[in-house]
Protein backbone atom coordinates (compact mmCIF):
# COMPACT_ATOMS: atom_id res chain seq x y z
CA UNK A 1 0.00 0.00 0.00
CA UNK A 2 2.95 2.67 0.86
CA UNK A 3 4.29 1.80 -2.72
CA UNK A 4 0.96 2.28 -4.35
CA UNK A 5 0.89 5.97 -2.36
CA UNK A 6 4.23 7.15 -3.31
CA UNK A 7 3.74 6.26 -7.01
CA UNK A 8 0.52 8.45 -7.30
CA UNK A 9 -0.14 10.92 -9.64
CA UNK A 10 0.06 14.58 -8.82
CA UNK A 11 -1.58 16.59 -11.46
CA UNK A 12 -0.47 19.88 -12.57
CA UNK A 13 2.93 19.68 -11.18
CA UNK A 14 5.57 20.53 -13.93
CA UNK A 15 8.37 18.36 -14.71
CA UNK A 16 11.39 18.66 -16.93
CA UNK A 17 11.26 15.61 -19.13
CA UNK A 18 7.94 13.71 -19.81
CA UNK A 19 7.08 10.03 -19.24
CA UNK A 20 7.09 8.28 -22.53
CA UNK A 21 3.53 6.52 -23.40
CA UNK A 22 3.66 3.29 -25.45
CA UNK A 23 0.13 2.39 -26.37
CA UNK A 24 0.65 -1.13 -25.07
CA UNK A 25 1.89 -0.48 -21.74
CA UNK A 26 -1.27 2.33 -20.70
CA UNK A 27 -3.36 0.17 -18.64
CA UNK A 28 -7.45 0.27 -18.72
CA UNK A 29 -9.03 3.66 -18.35
CA UNK A 30 -11.74 1.98 -15.38
CA UNK A 31 -9.63 1.08 -12.21
CA UNK A 32 -8.80 -2.89 -12.00
CA UNK A 33 -10.67 -4.63 -9.54
CA UNK A 34 -12.44 -2.01 -8.70
CA UNK A 35 -15.56 -3.22 -5.96
CA UNK A 36 -19.07 -0.93 -5.79
CA UNK A 37 -19.46 0.46 -2.05
CA UNK A 38 -22.30 -1.01 0.11
CA UNK A 39 -24.65 1.11 2.27
CA UNK A 40 -22.87 -0.43 5.33
CA UNK A 41 -18.94 -0.31 4.15
CA UNK A 42 -16.43 2.11 4.80
CA UNK A 43 -13.72 0.32 2.31
CA UNK A 44 -12.12 2.75 -0.75
CA UNK A 45 -11.42 1.84 -3.95
CA UNK A 46 -7.93 1.93 -5.23
CA UNK A 47 -6.64 1.33 -8.59
CA UNK A 48 -3.12 0.93 -9.99
CA UNK A 49 -1.91 4.13 -10.60
CA UNK A 50 -1.26 6.23 -13.83
CA UNK A 51 1.11 8.87 -15.42
CA UNK A 52 -0.44 11.21 -17.43
CA UNK A 53 2.00 13.81 -19.60
CA UNK A 54 1.96 17.01 -18.16
CA UNK A 55 1.00 18.54 -21.93
CA UNK A 56 -2.15 16.39 -21.64
CA UNK A 57 -2.38 17.70 -18.11
CA UNK A 58 -2.50 21.37 -18.84
CA UNK A 59 -4.62 20.60 -21.86
CA UNK A 60 -7.23 18.84 -19.88
CA UNK A 61 -7.34 21.58 -17.49
CA UNK A 62 -7.44 24.47 -20.43
CA UNK A 63 -10.73 22.60 -21.70
CA UNK A 64 -12.26 23.07 -18.44
CA UNK A 65 -11.23 26.67 -18.27
CA UNK A 66 -13.43 27.50 -21.97
CA UNK A 67 -15.84 25.29 -20.40
CA UNK A 68 -16.07 27.46 -17.28
CA UNK A 69 -15.87 30.69 -19.42
CA UNK A 70 -18.66 29.95 -21.94
CA UNK A 71 -20.57 29.02 -18.52
CA UNK A 72 -20.40 32.53 -16.92
CA UNK A 73 -19.12 34.71 -20.17
CA UNK A 74 -22.66 35.77 -20.30
CA UNK A 75 -23.45 37.35 -16.96
CA UNK A 76 -21.96 40.77 -17.39
CA UNK A 77 -23.04 41.10 -21.32
CA UNK A 78 -26.34 40.67 -20.20
CA UNK A 79 -27.05 44.77 -20.10
CA UNK A 80 -25.01 45.08 -23.65
CA UNK A 81 -27.12 42.47 -25.13
CA UNK A 82 -30.45 43.97 -23.69
CA UNK A 83 -29.36 47.04 -25.24
CA UNK A 84 -27.67 45.83 -28.47
CA UNK A 85 -30.45 43.85 -29.33
CA UNK A 86 -33.54 46.10 -27.88
CA UNK A 87 -34.60 43.38 -25.68
CA UNK A 88 -35.31 42.72 -21.81
CA UNK A 89 -32.96 41.81 -19.44
CA UNK A 90 -34.65 38.77 -18.46
CA UNK A 91 -34.99 37.72 -21.90
CA UNK A 92 -31.20 38.42 -22.44
CA UNK A 93 -30.89 35.97 -20.03
CA UNK A 94 -32.23 33.07 -21.55
CA UNK A 95 -28.63 32.92 -23.15
CA UNK A 96 -27.53 32.13 -19.84
CA UNK A 97 -30.81 29.68 -19.26
CA UNK A 98 -30.96 28.03 -23.00
CA UNK A 99 -26.94 27.07 -22.69
CA UNK A 100 -27.35 25.38 -18.92
CA UNK A 101 -30.54 23.84 -20.31
CA UNK A 102 -28.84 21.80 -23.18
CA UNK A 103 -25.41 21.59 -21.19
CA UNK A 104 -27.78 19.38 -18.45
CA UNK A 105 -29.66 17.26 -21.18
CA UNK A 106 -26.24 16.19 -23.03
CA UNK A 107 -24.53 15.43 -19.87
CA UNK A 108 -27.13 12.35 -19.93
CA UNK A 109 -25.71 11.31 -23.30
CA UNK A 110 -21.68 11.89 -22.60
CA UNK A 111 -21.68 10.05 -19.67
CA UNK A 112 -22.95 6.45 -20.79
CA UNK A 113 -20.33 7.15 -23.64
CA UNK A 114 -17.57 8.07 -22.15
CA UNK A 115 -18.16 5.02 -20.30
CA UNK A 116 -18.44 2.70 -23.50
CA UNK A 117 -16.01 4.62 -26.20
CA UNK A 118 -13.16 5.80 -24.11
CA UNK A 119 -13.63 9.39 -21.84
CA UNK A 120 -10.45 10.68 -23.02
CA UNK A 121 -11.50 10.12 -26.81
CA UNK A 122 -14.81 11.86 -25.98
CA UNK A 123 -12.85 15.21 -24.13
CA UNK A 124 -10.67 15.54 -27.05
CA UNK A 125 -13.78 15.19 -30.18
CA UNK A 126 -15.58 17.72 -27.59
CA UNK A 127 -12.67 20.10 -27.48
CA UNK A 128 -12.95 20.55 -31.69
CA UNK A 129 -16.94 20.98 -31.65
CA UNK A 130 -17.17 23.27 -28.96
CA UNK A 131 -14.65 25.43 -30.84
CA UNK A 132 -17.00 25.18 -33.96
CA UNK A 133 -19.84 25.83 -31.57
CA UNK A 134 -17.96 29.06 -30.09
CA UNK A 135 -17.20 30.61 -33.64
CA UNK A 136 -21.17 30.47 -34.30
CA UNK A 137 -21.80 33.08 -31.47
CA UNK A 138 -19.23 34.81 -32.99
CA UNK A 139 -20.80 35.36 -35.83
CA UNK A 140 -24.50 34.99 -34.92
CA UNK A 141 -26.45 37.75 -37.11
CA UNK A 142 -29.32 38.50 -34.83
CA UNK A 143 -30.86 37.22 -30.87
CA UNK A 144 -32.34 33.97 -32.18
CA UNK A 145 -28.81 33.09 -34.35
CA UNK A 146 -27.11 33.90 -31.00
CA UNK A 147 -29.45 31.50 -28.84
CA UNK A 148 -28.84 28.82 -31.22
CA UNK A 149 -25.00 28.87 -30.95
CA UNK A 150 -25.78 29.19 -26.99
CA UNK A 151 -27.87 25.88 -27.11
CA UNK A 152 -25.09 24.29 -29.33
CA UNK A 153 -21.97 25.23 -26.95
CA UNK A 154 -23.98 23.82 -24.07
CA UNK A 155 -24.54 20.37 -25.73
CA UNK A 156 -21.00 20.42 -27.19
CA UNK A 157 -19.01 21.70 -24.05
CA UNK A 158 -20.94 19.63 -22.00
CA UNK A 159 -18.78 16.59 -21.67
CA UNK A 160 -15.72 18.12 -20.64
CA UNK A 161 -15.73 18.57 -17.01
CA UNK A 162 -17.62 15.69 -15.98
CA UNK A 163 -15.37 13.09 -18.00
CA UNK A 164 -12.51 14.40 -17.12
CA UNK A 165 -13.73 14.20 -13.47
CA UNK A 166 -14.66 10.43 -14.04
CA UNK A 167 -11.47 9.77 -15.79
CA UNK A 168 -9.27 10.82 -12.77
CA UNK A 169 -11.63 8.77 -10.68
CA UNK A 170 -10.85 5.59 -12.44
CA UNK A 171 -7.54 6.81 -12.72
CA UNK A 172 -6.59 8.17 -8.69
CA UNK A 173 -7.02 5.84 -5.94
CA UNK A 174 -9.50 8.11 -3.25
CA UNK A 175 -7.20 9.03 -0.86
CA UNK A 176 -5.83 11.27 -3.21
CA UNK A 177 -8.85 11.85 -5.44
CA UNK A 178 -10.11 15.28 -3.49
CA UNK A 179 -7.01 16.99 -4.14
CA UNK A 180 -6.68 15.86 -7.23
CA UNK A 181 -10.09 16.84 -7.95
CA UNK A 182 -9.71 20.00 -6.57
CA UNK A 183 -6.74 20.81 -8.19
CA UNK A 184 -8.03 20.28 -11.51
CA UNK A 185 -10.91 22.49 -11.40
CA UNK A 186 -8.88 25.26 -10.94
CA UNK A 187 -8.71 25.59 -14.77
CA UNK A 188 -12.72 25.81 -14.46
CA UNK A 189 -12.08 28.20 -11.54
CA UNK A 190 -9.84 30.39 -13.51
CA UNK A 191 -12.24 30.01 -16.44
CA UNK A 192 -15.53 31.00 -14.47
CA UNK A 193 -12.55 34.60 -13.22
CA UNK A 194 -11.35 34.90 -17.04
CA UNK A 195 -15.60 35.03 -18.48
CA UNK A 196 -16.98 37.03 -16.27
CA UNK A 197 -13.78 39.15 -16.91
CA UNK A 198 -13.85 39.09 -20.48
CA UNK A 199 -17.12 39.60 -20.80
CA UNK A 200 -17.08 42.79 -18.92
CA UNK A 201 -14.40 43.99 -20.70
CA UNK A 202 -16.00 43.10 -24.10
CA UNK A 203 -19.14 44.61 -23.32
CA UNK A 204 -17.23 48.67 -22.34
CA UNK A 205 -14.81 48.36 -25.28
CA UNK A 206 -14.60 45.18 -27.59
CA UNK A 207 -18.26 44.16 -28.35
CA UNK A 208 -20.06 41.28 -26.99
CA UNK A 209 -18.66 38.93 -30.15
CA UNK A 210 -15.24 38.80 -28.97
CA UNK A 211 -15.29 36.34 -25.74
CA UNK A 212 -16.16 34.11 -28.40
CA UNK A 213 -13.38 34.04 -31.09
CA UNK A 214 -11.03 33.64 -27.82
CA UNK A 215 -12.90 30.34 -26.93
CA UNK A 216 -13.22 29.35 -30.06
CA UNK A 217 -9.08 29.40 -30.34
CA UNK A 218 -8.54 28.05 -26.30
CA UNK A 219 -11.03 24.60 -27.49
CA UNK A 220 -9.02 23.91 -31.27
CA UNK A 221 -5.73 24.25 -29.24
CA UNK A 222 -6.67 21.93 -26.58
CA UNK A 223 -7.94 19.86 -28.70
CA UNK A 224 -4.92 19.37 -31.01
CA UNK A 225 -2.56 19.11 -28.08
CA UNK A 226 -4.73 16.42 -26.49
CA UNK A 227 -4.61 14.60 -29.68
CA UNK A 228 -0.84 14.33 -29.38
CA UNK A 229 -1.41 11.06 -26.83
CA UNK A 230 -3.23 8.75 -28.46
CA UNK A 231 -2.55 5.97 -26.20
CA UNK A 232 -4.43 7.55 -23.69
CA UNK A 233 -7.41 6.62 -26.10
CA UNK A 234 -7.39 3.48 -24.58
CA UNK A 235 -11.33 2.53 -23.62
CA UNK A 236 -12.91 1.27 -20.16
CA UNK A 237 -12.22 -2.03 -19.99
CA UNK A 238 -16.11 -3.03 -19.77
CA UNK A 239 -16.66 -1.13 -23.63
CA UNK A 240 -19.37 -3.66 -25.27
CA UNK A 241 -19.50 -3.52 -28.99
CA UNK A 242 -23.45 -2.09 -29.27
CA UNK A 243 -24.62 -0.21 -31.77
CA UNK A 244 -27.91 2.08 -32.81
CA UNK A 245 -30.58 1.25 -30.11
CA UNK A 246 -28.70 -0.91 -28.73
CA UNK A 247 -26.51 2.15 -27.02
CA UNK A 248 -29.26 3.94 -26.15
CA UNK A 249 -30.60 0.67 -24.05
CA UNK A 250 -27.36 0.34 -22.43
CA UNK A 251 -27.23 4.21 -21.56
CA UNK A 252 -30.81 3.91 -20.11
CA UNK A 253 -30.14 0.51 -17.69
CA UNK A 254 -26.92 2.91 -16.18
CA UNK A 255 -29.09 5.49 -15.53
CA UNK A 256 -31.73 3.03 -13.77
CA UNK A 257 -28.87 1.60 -12.07
CA UNK A 258 -27.82 4.85 -10.48
CA UNK A 259 -31.04 6.22 -9.99
CA UNK A 260 -31.80 3.07 -7.22
CA UNK A 261 -28.97 4.17 -5.12
CA UNK A 262 -30.73 6.15 -2.43
CA UNK A 263 -27.55 7.75 -1.38
CA UNK A 264 -26.77 8.75 -5.09
CA UNK A 265 -30.34 9.91 -5.69
CA UNK A 266 -29.31 12.94 -2.35
CA UNK A 267 -26.17 13.89 -3.74
CA UNK A 268 -27.58 15.02 -7.35
CA UNK A 269 -30.79 16.42 -5.40
CA UNK A 270 -28.08 18.42 -3.55
CA UNK A 271 -26.53 20.06 -6.10
CA UNK A 272 -29.12 20.77 -7.69
CA UNK A 273 -30.26 22.89 -5.44
CA UNK A 274 -26.81 24.32 -4.69
CA UNK A 275 -26.21 25.15 -7.96
CA UNK A 276 -29.95 26.85 -7.79
CA UNK A 277 -29.52 29.02 -5.33
CA UNK A 278 -25.89 29.78 -5.77
CA UNK A 279 -26.11 30.89 -9.43
CA UNK A 280 -29.43 32.23 -9.24
CA UNK A 281 -27.79 34.57 -7.00
CA UNK A 282 -24.28 34.87 -8.79
CA UNK A 283 -25.58 35.51 -12.09
CA UNK A 284 -27.21 39.07 -11.30
CA UNK A 285 -24.39 40.22 -9.22
CA UNK A 286 -22.85 42.22 -12.44
CA UNK A 287 -26.04 43.72 -13.11
CA UNK A 288 -27.14 44.98 -9.53
CA UNK A 289 -23.15 46.10 -9.06
CA UNK A 290 -23.75 48.04 -12.63
CA UNK A 291 -27.79 49.40 -11.95
CA UNK A 292 -27.63 49.96 -8.00
CA UNK A 293 -24.03 51.55 -7.74
CA UNK A 294 -23.53 52.83 -11.42
CA UNK A 295 -20.29 51.66 -11.82
CA UNK A 296 -18.90 50.14 -15.59
CA UNK A 297 -19.41 46.71 -16.57
CA UNK A 298 -15.69 46.30 -17.08
CA UNK A 299 -15.39 47.07 -13.20
CA UNK A 300 -18.35 44.75 -12.43
CA UNK A 301 -16.52 41.77 -14.53
CA UNK A 302 -13.41 42.78 -12.89
CA UNK A 303 -14.95 42.44 -9.41
CA UNK A 304 -16.73 39.12 -10.14
CA UNK A 305 -13.24 37.71 -11.37
CA UNK A 306 -12.47 37.56 -7.36
CA UNK A 307 -15.04 34.19 -7.69
CA UNK A 308 -12.68 32.16 -9.65
CA UNK A 309 -9.55 33.54 -7.53
CA UNK A 310 -11.49 32.35 -4.19
CA UNK A 311 -11.46 29.04 -5.66
CA UNK A 312 -8.10 28.95 -6.88
CA UNK A 313 -7.00 29.98 -3.02
CA UNK A 314 -9.14 27.15 -1.68
CA UNK A 315 -8.06 24.07 -3.91
CA UNK A 316 -4.68 24.85 -3.02
CA UNK A 317 -5.43 25.10 0.57
CA UNK A 318 -7.70 21.74 0.33
CA UNK A 319 -4.64 19.35 1.11
CA UNK A 320 -5.74 21.00 4.63
CA UNK A 321 -9.24 19.93 4.83
CA UNK A 322 -8.22 16.42 4.30
CA UNK A 323 -9.27 15.63 8.37
CA UNK A 324 -11.91 17.52 8.20
CA UNK A 325 -15.07 15.82 8.49
CA UNK A 326 -17.48 16.21 5.31
CA UNK A 327 -20.31 17.73 7.17
CA UNK A 328 -17.92 20.64 8.86
CA UNK A 329 -16.73 21.53 5.14
CA UNK A 330 -20.27 21.83 4.07
CA UNK A 331 -21.58 23.82 7.17
CA UNK A 332 -18.87 26.35 6.30
CA UNK A 333 -18.98 25.89 2.56
CA UNK A 334 -22.79 27.16 3.12
CA UNK A 335 -22.32 29.40 5.77
CA UNK A 336 -19.31 31.61 4.15
CA UNK A 337 -21.13 31.50 0.36
CA UNK A 338 -24.47 32.57 1.36
CA UNK A 339 -22.97 35.04 3.98
CA UNK A 340 -21.30 36.99 0.77
CA UNK A 341 -23.62 37.16 -1.47
CA UNK A 342 -26.36 38.60 1.05
CA UNK A 343 -23.45 41.11 2.03
CA UNK A 344 -23.10 41.82 -1.77
CA UNK A 345 -26.89 42.47 -1.90
CA UNK A 346 -27.55 44.76 0.94
CA UNK A 347 -24.09 46.50 1.20
CA UNK A 348 -24.39 50.97 0.49
CA UNK A 349 -21.48 50.66 -1.58
CA UNK A 350 -20.00 48.59 -4.24
CA UNK A 351 -16.45 48.34 -3.06
CA UNK A 352 -18.43 45.31 -0.49
CA UNK A 353 -18.39 43.11 -3.72
CA UNK A 354 -14.39 42.56 -3.66
CA UNK A 355 -14.09 40.51 -0.70
CA UNK A 356 -17.56 39.18 -0.91
CA UNK A 357 -17.32 37.59 -5.03
CA UNK A 358 -13.88 36.30 -2.79
CA UNK A 359 -15.53 34.76 0.21
CA UNK A 360 -18.22 33.68 -2.33
CA UNK A 361 -15.90 31.61 -4.38
CA UNK A 362 -13.93 30.34 -1.36
CA UNK A 363 -17.17 29.09 0.10
CA UNK A 364 -18.57 27.66 -3.26
CA UNK A 365 -15.95 25.64 -4.14
CA UNK A 366 -15.80 23.83 -0.20
CA UNK A 367 -19.12 22.78 -0.88
CA UNK A 368 -18.75 21.97 -4.52
CA UNK A 369 -15.72 20.04 -4.26
CA UNK A 370 -17.50 17.87 -1.14
CA UNK A 371 -20.45 16.81 -3.46
CA UNK A 372 -17.88 16.10 -6.29
CA UNK A 373 -15.75 13.71 -4.44
CA UNK A 374 -19.21 12.32 -2.90
CA UNK A 375 -19.76 11.96 -6.29
CA UNK A 376 -17.16 10.63 -8.02
CA UNK A 377 -17.27 7.20 -5.46
CA UNK A 378 -21.11 7.15 -5.00
CA UNK A 379 -21.54 4.46 -8.33
CA UNK A 380 -17.51 3.20 -9.22
CA UNK A 381 -18.64 0.56 -11.18
CA UNK A 382 -20.66 3.46 -13.40
CA UNK A 383 -18.50 5.96 -12.90
CA UNK A 384 -18.94 8.24 -15.98
CA UNK A 385 -22.92 7.50 -16.05
CA UNK A 386 -22.56 8.63 -12.22
CA UNK A 387 -20.64 11.80 -12.50
CA UNK A 388 -22.51 12.89 -15.76
CA UNK A 389 -25.89 12.61 -14.22
CA UNK A 390 -24.14 14.83 -10.83
CA UNK A 391 -23.42 17.33 -13.79
CA UNK A 392 -26.08 17.05 -15.49
CA UNK A 393 -28.74 18.51 -12.39
CA UNK A 394 -25.82 21.18 -12.05
CA UNK A 395 -26.40 22.28 -15.08
CA UNK A 396 -29.86 21.85 -14.42
CA UNK A 397 -30.17 23.57 -11.30
CA UNK A 398 -28.01 26.65 -12.90
CA UNK A 399 -31.02 26.78 -15.55
CA UNK A 400 -33.65 26.76 -13.17
CA UNK A 401 -32.00 29.28 -10.76
CA UNK A 402 -31.06 32.23 -13.33
CA UNK A 403 -34.49 31.83 -14.87
CA UNK A 404 -35.99 32.48 -11.82
CA UNK A 405 -34.33 35.08 -10.09
CA UNK A 406 -34.73 36.21 -13.64
CA UNK A 407 -38.20 36.72 -13.18
CA UNK A 408 -37.70 37.90 -9.81
CA UNK A 409 -35.64 40.41 -10.69
CA UNK A 410 -38.62 41.92 -12.92
CA UNK A 411 -40.58 42.36 -9.55
CA UNK A 412 -38.38 42.67 -6.37
CA UNK A 413 -35.32 44.10 -8.17
CA UNK A 414 -31.84 43.09 -7.77
CA UNK A 415 -31.11 43.35 -4.07
CA UNK A 416 -33.49 41.04 -2.53
CA UNK A 417 -33.35 38.78 -4.90
CA UNK A 418 -29.80 37.95 -4.75
CA UNK A 419 -30.12 37.83 -0.46
CA UNK A 420 -33.26 35.17 -1.33
CA UNK A 421 -31.29 33.25 -3.68
CA UNK A 422 -28.62 33.28 -1.30
CA UNK A 423 -29.98 32.55 1.79
CA UNK A 424 -31.66 29.02 0.42
CA UNK A 425 -27.86 27.93 -0.14
CA UNK A 426 -27.23 27.63 3.52
CA UNK A 427 -30.31 25.97 3.85
CA UNK A 428 -29.40 23.09 1.61
CA UNK A 429 -26.00 23.22 3.43
CA UNK A 430 -28.02 22.43 6.99
CA UNK A 431 -30.92 19.75 5.14
CA UNK A 432 -27.57 17.79 3.37
CA UNK A 433 -26.00 17.29 6.55
CA UNK A 434 -29.21 16.31 8.02
CA UNK A 435 -30.05 13.59 5.89
CA UNK A 436 -26.42 12.73 4.85
CA UNK A 437 -25.89 10.93 8.62
CA UNK A 438 -28.97 8.67 7.64
CA UNK A 439 -27.95 7.85 3.95
CA UNK A 440 -24.21 8.13 3.26
CA UNK A 441 -22.59 4.83 2.45
CA UNK A 442 -19.19 5.76 3.78
CA UNK A 443 -17.21 8.56 5.82
CA UNK A 444 -15.11 10.40 3.37
Not at 285 to 298: F, K, S
Request: charge should be positive; proline fraction near 4%.
Amino acid sequence: MSILRSSTLRLLVCRSRFPSFPSASVAPERTVQESKISAASSRTVIGPAHVIPVLASFCLGLAAFGSGMSQRVMDPLLPELSRSFGISLSMASYTVTVFSVSYGIALLFYGPLGDLFGKYRTITIGCFLSALAALLCALAPDFESLLFGRLLAGVLTAGLIPLTMAWLGDMIPLQQRRTALARFLIGQMIGVSGGVLAGGIAADYLGWRAPFFLLAALFLAAGLFLRRYPALYAPSAARENLHGSAIVTKMLKEYVAVSRNRWARLVVLAVFLEAGSFYGAFAFVATHLHTQHGIPLATAGSTLALFGLGGVVFAWQSSRLARVHASTIVLWAGGIAGTALIGIAVSPAWWWALPGCFLSGVGFYMFHNALQLEASQMEPTRRGTAVALFACLHAAGQAAGVWTVGLAVEVIGTSASIALSASLLFCVAIGFNLLRARLQPMSL
